[in-house]
């Protein structure tokens, strides 16, 4: 960079922070500054529940047909999964993974299975399973579609990029409503809602393959005298059938999260509907084993299409007798048919007895009870330190946090200038070593860490988030960054907004934090790696809902809870890039470290971690995107951010609240992805290493 | 539940049910099953159970579809689902009572039970708090109820926000000193009430009853200032508080319901329930792990004198 635009950029700072102080100082003066005025709150969720109501009385028969035919399906499959007795279902799908795989997956199959029978929730996974199952096709077919649309029209692609980045980031709660006004009641709803879900990474991938099939390929095709259909389905298609794939299993990934989501309409005794019922009982230990069903079929279902997916680039030449071809679907049949006879015999092959179910919940919940009783001094202890010292600060400042109850002493005129002159020095001691930026960071946290998130003015927390933008991503994002945050305002979600971003915010720095500490743990250490990789998978396949409960008969209602519960879900994908980043770094980079002499932690902080932080942003990208996605459930332990809101829409049946709401976490999603995205993009392209 | 091979038996069940109901005319009217909505708290499960079993009786196909308490009222109102047992008149959203006046929804009547809303704590608290369960009480010791969040003010545990913020209105309303959490949800509200029992630590909570938390554990209710009639939430004063309206809990069924089954309709519209009868099923089926088919069965079998009339009745 050069000289005159760094300093440009600091009196652009500089401008901001003055503006930022001047915004402060005036606050008491006008009111509006705080506290947008009621008056000129655009009544946009009106407009929209009364298209709502429109569209209902004009199109309801419409989408009530669509609802009537996809009853059918699901019904079918209902009656098929949960009429074979589960012997003969467990078999197949044992026989489907070792064909995707081998005996391992096999094996971990049965057991998985056996679980669902052993714990008395074999029907009610079918059901799960039947949902997913039709929801899963449904998803790759519009997926794929609007894939090839958007692959060979520029102008869909425009609009279809940011429609599928709603679809993921509007929470599910605010358009169930919607879906169940539209469609009607019963297992529709949660069908649509599932494949509204899961069909954006299937457009994704599809793109992407089509993009990335080499120009030689599709030329050689076209010599031998190709159609346009045949170049379609016999060159492209099959030349990036593996991105493809990855697209189908996300696909399955996102279905059978939401289908646990969707189940809070009801309409099918599924799994989804068995964990609300124990959580609305705080049933610790049944939850727990229930959602380890989800878990582990979404386990089965990952490792099958991942590996059919590798086998499938497999052109296995040899020559094979019929036999050998069809061996495995033989070994299917005549075994399910086996298992079918003995299942008339022995009965407990098709209904295993109520009396044999096995449940260790109880005894779970009496460990937790154990634990919160035994330890209540320390939970406290470590409650209360984080909520005084960490949470109150942010959120209304340290005028406001510290006072003889809280911190033990009353803020006085000298600790205000000690602060001032110790930030101030901070800032300027990164400002002479040439770290301007760094410096800028410091006086500007040092601003809201004073005031606190939500007692500062809205044009400035605006009109820095747009600066922020403006720097990172040009003039687009700071356009769209603008635009976003004023949505919020003049639709008077803003004070709402703001606890959402706090309460994030903290949640993903410290997932963050904590996350990327054990990735370099992890990725300097195979044992470590080998352990955290299962947990990982858990907690990622876990229902969402069940990780709240032991928070909360730990921890109380409130916001640390639903903080904790956040961190407990987000910080898996700060673990997985750290360890991906600092793994997969260039070979000669590290070696020319060691030949300099580099200590291992030189050669940590000052090779492979430089290096490895643009993957690690990314990982912060995914962690803040889970952390919004676990908002929503943290509503329901008592959070009063947007995602409360959203909450209420539905439980009061009001459609316009609920989805502006949404819309606005969507909008925060949105704007803290393109930043991180766009500060990685940058500065692996400074680095000269390969844009991921 | 399972169709292997039970093919023979179903026809033969179908048939018996053909033969029983003979004897009374044209009941079912219809063979179309009844869509029976269970939600997810075992209170409902007692009362629905017992409906369903008491319909089977009468020779209707009875189907038990799981709902949230949202979504129940739009299925309702299309006719996906036919028959609510118990709609709390406290906390129903905005498109119930727009279905109800716009007739797409007919209300049954009242089920009977008592429902019971206020501010409970444990028996213990009786020991740091003297002078409850007056809720005078509640002005001098709220510190006893204190956490750091809220100090030097008490901590009540609310209703989740989306139930309304009735809780907070009194305490604003009465000049409490204390500071309002919402539960966030029943579970969280449970939780939050059972870890405290565990550890013997503070707390004050709305709750309602019937609710199997009261045959899992001793609470205690916040008493008010007896009065006659209804009371008005909004106008109360800091002397002379009378606490909350009590609800009611009605049955509620499809607009089309009367015309399909009519016989079904006048045995459901006289059947009632008391607080006794569900608070016995709650107990059976959470606290000692029973069935609750078993325990709606049981039900039915000691209370012939109560629901054969309801069945006469109906049937005429």
Wanted: net charge negative; charged share 15%; hydrophobic share 50%.
């Amino acid at each position: 960079m050069k000289l005159g635009s760094i300093e440009r950029s600091f009196f652009h700072w500089l401008a901001v922070i003055v503006v930022t102080l001047g915004c402060i100082a005036a606050k008491d003066h006008w009111g509006w500054l705080i506290e947008y005025p009621d008056a000129l709150i655009f009544p946009f969720s009106d407009w929209l529940n009364v298209m709502m109501d429109w569209m209902v009385k004009h199109f309801g028969w419409f989408f009530m047909g669509i609802s009537w035919v996809l009853e059918w399906p699901i019904w079918v499959v209902q009656k098929i999964l949960s009429g074979l007795p589960w012997a003969v279902t467990m078999f197949l799908f044992c026989v489907v993974a070792f064909v995707a795989t081998g005996w391992r997956l096999a094996a971990f199959t049965l057991g998985a299975t056996l679980y669902m029978v052993v714990i008395g929730y074999w029907e009610e996974s079918m059901n799960s399973l039947s949902l997913v199952a039709i929801s899963v096709p449904l998803a790759i077919f519009v997926g794929f579609s609007v894939g090839v649309w958007g692959f060979y029209s520029d102008r869909a692609e425009r609009a279809i990029m940011p429609a599928l980045d709603l679809f993921q980031t509007v929470p599910a709660f605010a358009y169930l409503l919607p879906i169940l006004l539209l469609f009607g009641f019963g297992t529709v709803v949660g069908l649509i809602a599932s494949v509204l879900y899961s069909f954006p990474p299937m457009v994704r991938n599809t793109m992407i393959g089509l993009r990335s099939v080499a120009p030689e390929v599709i030329e050689s095709g076209l010599m031998s005298g190709a159609t346009p259909g045949q170049l379609f389905w016999q060159v492209r298609v099959p030349s990036c059938r593996k991105q493809i794939l990855l697209g189908v299993n996300q696909a399955t990934m996102a279905s059978l999260s939401m289908v646990i989501i969707a189940s809070i309409i009801g309409g099918t005794s599924d799994i989804g509907w068995e964990v609300l019922s124990t959580i609305r009982k705080a049933q610790f230990g049944e939850s727990l084993l229930v959602g380890m069903v989800i878990a582990l079929m979404a386990m089965v279902i990952d490792r099958v299409t991942c590996g059919l997916a590798q086998r499938s680039n497999l052109y296995d030449p040899s020559e094979k007798t019929v036999l050998q071809r069809y061996r495995m679907w033989a070994v299917a049949i005549i075994g399910a048919t086996l298992l079918f006879g003995l299942a008339q015999v022995f009965n407990v092959l098709a209904d295993w007895p109520r009396d044999n179910v096995w449940s260790p919940g109880r005894s779970m919940n009496e460990g937790l009870t154990y634990l919160i009783v035994n330890y209540r001094p320390q939970i406290e202890a470590l409650k209360t330190s984080a909520f005084f010292f960490v949470m109150l600060p942010l959120k209304i400042g340290l005028q406001g946090a510290v006072s003889p109850f809280t911190w033990g002493f009353a803020l006085t005129a000298t600790h205000k200038v000690v602060y001032a002159l110790a930030m101030a020095a901070i800032a300027l001691w990164c400002g002479m070593r040439g770290k301007t930026i760094a410096g800028i960071v410091v006086m500007l946290f040092a601003v809201f860490l004073y005031f606190g998130l939500t007692s500062i003015p809205w044009p400035c927390v605006i009109l820095i988030y747009t600066f922020i933008g403006w720097k990172i991503g040009g003039r687009a994002l700071g356009l769209g960054t603008a635009l976003g945050l004023g949505f919020m305002v003049v639709t008077g979600n803003w004070a709402e907004a703001m606890l959402s971003v706090y309460l994030c915010g903290i949640a993903a720095i410290i997932s963050f934090v904590f996350g990327t500490t054990i990735g370099i743990w992890a990725a300097h250490n195979d044992k470590v790696s080998a352990f955290v990789r299962p947990i990982n998978d858990t907690m990622q396949t876990m229902p969402l809902f069940v990780i709240l409960i032991p928070f909360v008969m730990v921890f109380k209602i409130g916001e640390f809870t639903g903080l904790l519960a956040i961190i407990a879900y987000a910080f898996v994908p700060a673990i997985r890039y750290a360890e991906h980043g600092l793994r997969n770094l260039p070979e000669t980079v590290i070696e020319a470290g060691n030949m300099m002499g580099a200590t291992r932690w030189q050669l940590l902080w000052q090779v492979k971690i430089p290096l490895a932080l643009p993957v690690m942003m990314l990982g912060l990208n995914q962690t803040i995107m889970y952390a919004i996605a676990m908002l929503v459930i943290a509503a329901l332990v008592g959070t009063n951010g947007l995602e409360q809101i959203v909450y209420i829409g539905l439980s009061d049946g009001n459609f316009g609240i609920g989805i502006v709401a949404g819309l606005c976490m969507a909008i925060i999603a949105i704007i803290a992805d393109r930043m991180t995205q766009g500060w990685s993009k940058k500065r692996q392209a400074e680095l000269g290493l390969e844009v991921q | 539940m399972s169709y292997k091979l039970n093919i023979p038996a179903f026809v033969a069940a179908a048939l018996l049910a053909a033969s029983g109901t003979a004897a009374f005319a044209d009941v079912p009217e219809s063979p179309d099953p009844i869509k029976v909505i269970m939600n997810d708290w075992t209170g409902q499960h007692v009362s629905t159970k017992i409906a369903g079993a008491l319909l089977e009786k009468m020779g209707y196909n009875i189907e038990y579809v799981s709902a949230g308490a949202l979504p129940q009222h739009p299925g309702l109102a299309q006719g996906n689902l036919h028959f609510q047992a118990e709609v709390w008149s406290n906390n129903v959203g905005d498109l119930y009572p727009k279905m109800v006046e716009s007739g797409e929804i007919v209300v049954l009547g009242d089920l009977g039970l008592e429902p019971k809303e206020g501010w409970i704590y444990p028996p213990y608290m009786e020991e740091r708090c003297p002078g409850l369960p007056d809720y005078q009480a509640l002005y001098d010791c709220a510190q006893a109820f204190a956490t750091a969040e809220t100090f030097p003010n008490g901590r009540l545990i609310t209703y989740p926000a989306d139930w309304g913020t009735r809780s907070r209105d009194v305490v604003d309303g009465i000049d409490l000193p204390f500071k309002t959490i919402a539960g966030g949800s029943e579970g969280a509200m449970i939780a939050e009430l059972t870890s405290a029992m565990a550890t013997e630590a503070p707390i004050i909570s709305m709750m309602w009853q019937p609710h199997w938390i009261f045959a899992a554990h001793d609470f205690n209710w916040v008493e008010w200032t007896p009065i006659e009639g209804d009371c008005v939430e909004e106008t109360q004063e800091k002397d002379n508080a009378c606490g909350f309206a009590q609800a009611t809990v009605n049955k509620v069924a499809w607009s089309g319901f009367e015309d399909k089954w009519p016989a079904a309709f006048k045995m459901l519209s006289m059947m009632t329930l008391s607080n006794d009868d569900q608070n016995a099923g709650i107990l059976e089926v959470d606290n000692n792990g029973r069935d609750i088919h078993e325990v709606a069965a049981e039900w039915l079998a000691n209370n012939e004198g109560r629901w054969q009339p309801w069945i006469e009745a109906a049937m005429q």
